[in-house]
């Protein structure tokens, strides 16, 4: 019995780290998606974007 709880909460810690970093690799590739979006933009043209 004490080995499958020392086998549950090995998981559940295993498991909470890759949530962790499925999360954090998720967020760098919005971020660098929204960099690479606004790579070659200027402020003229979000300017003349807005207006339309």
């Not at 019995?1 to 890759?18: D, F, P, T, Y």
């Not at 949530?19 to 402020?43: I, K």
């Amino acid at each position: 019995m004490e080995q499958s709880w020392i086998g549950l909460v090995i998981g559940a810690i295993l498991l909470a780290m890759v949530a962790m970093s499925t999360r954090a690799h998720y967020r760098r590739e919005r971020r660098r998606a929204e960099l690479l979006r606004n790579l070659d933009h200027h402020d003229w043209c979000r300017w003349t974007r807005a207006r339309r």
